[in-house]
């Protein structure tokens, strides 16, 4: 299971530059509005150490990690939900991807004009909602007004609860408030999907940076990461061997890549789990609460329906034992049925008929 990240925000905010360092795949990152037209895809391995280490304990040929998609989808104005720049094509774009992430930029820089004339990140992230606010209303409303009138007839459950929870969407999205910090019902949140309204998918913001600020103490939002996207730039042309020494120097913990991405995985709540072997040690993607049987059909949707066991072991306790082997042998080895729960860093081998 891979998931999709839009890299979304104004022109010239570091969008390009910075899907540009995070994939490592040129694009054109040119200094005026719009020269995103279509937009860009990027896979990127997700790091886990624990691979490697796992690789060699089983002498596997090839490590695969899991991945991540980025869309650099080119620079909202004001009115793109009124069609202004390239407006809904921008728009339309983002209802594909799992989770936004929205750039703004916090420093000035006479060699890149913002698009509003002057630096100000939290004006740049209403101007963006407001717009995706705006879209997911005139969705809901069209929707809301066709239930209404399909409702004069025989008097449906179905129906009845879906007006009920559009107006709720509806009420909301007229206060400018995003989708996602609106209260649902179990049943109103499978409904609220179908959708596929902007501003219900999680949202993680991305500080863009200068070089000074990024090595300086930050207090920052909740859901935001701060990210030179300048120095990401340098970062992804440095050996992976050479990379600790390098942040050590800089004074950083970790890449603004890692971190981003660790904030997805919380946002989405999503997991890793690993199987290992001689052919190939490999990471795996599933969302937390995901039983055995789910794991498996991720793999293959055969090993899904026909699971019968899975021998599960945390990968820290694989290493410790040096084989699967010794594993069992010392009782580490946990035979697991249908209603076993994923754990992150569960190294599994699955049993299916």
């Not at 650099?72 to 104005?77: E, M, N, Q, S």
Request: net charge negative; proline share 5%; aromatic share 6%.
């Amino acid at each position: 299971m891979s998931f999709s990240l839009g890299i979304v925000g104004l022109p010239n905010v570091g969008k390009s530059t910075l899907f540009q360092a995070l994939t490592k795949k040129k694009v054109d990152a040119s200094n005026y509005p719009f020269c995103t037209i279509d937009p860009n895809v990027g896979v990127v391995a997700v790091p886990d150490e624990r691979l490697a280490r796992l690789a060699v304990l089983s002498k596997s040929e090839k490590i695969v990690p899991t991945t991540i998609e980025f869309v650099d989808i080119a620079g909202l104005v004001k009115g793109a939900s009124q069609g202004e720049g390239l407006g809904n094509k921008f728009l339309n774009n983002i209802k594909e991807v799992d989770a936004i992430v929205e750039v703004v930029r916090t420093f000035p820089d006479p060699n890149v004009i913002h698009v509003h004339g002057e630096i100000n990140p939290d004006s740049d992230k209403q101007v963006i909602n407001l717009e995706l606010c705006i879209a997911d209303l005139d969705v809901a409303q069209k929707r809301l007004d066709r239930v209404i009138s399909q409702l004069k007839g025989p008097q449906n459950k179905e129906l009845l609860a879906e007006r009920s929870l559009l107006e709720k969407v509806v009420e909301h999205l007229k206060k400018e408030q995003l989708l996602y910090t609106l209260e649902l019902s179990d049943d109103e949140k499978i409904l609220v999907k179908t959708y596929q309204f902007l501003t219900y998918k999680p949202l993680i913001y991305v500080y863009n940076v200068s070089e000074d600020e990024i090595k300086k103490p930050m207090q920052l939002p909740p859901n935001t990461v701060a990210i030179c996207a300048k120095l990401e730039s340098e970062l992804a042309d440095v050996p992976e061997t050479e990379l600790p020494q390098y942040l050590d120097e800089l004074g950083l913990k970790d890449t603004g890549l890692n971190q981003l991405i660790k904030k997805s995985y919380e946002l989405l709540n999503l997991l890793t789990f690993i199987t290992t072997g001689p052919m190939e040690s490999k990471a795996w993607t599933v969302v937390k609460g995901a039983k055995a049987p789910q794991a498996a059909g991720v793999i293959h949707t055969d090993f899904e329906k026909g699971f019968i066991r899975a021998e599960v072991i945390d990968w820290q306790e694989l290493l410790q034992a040096g084989s699967w082997t010794e594993s069992r042998n010392l009782g580490k080895l946990r035979m697991e049925g249908k209603n076993y729960v994923m754990q992150d860093g569960d190294v599994v081998h699955f049993h299916f008929n």
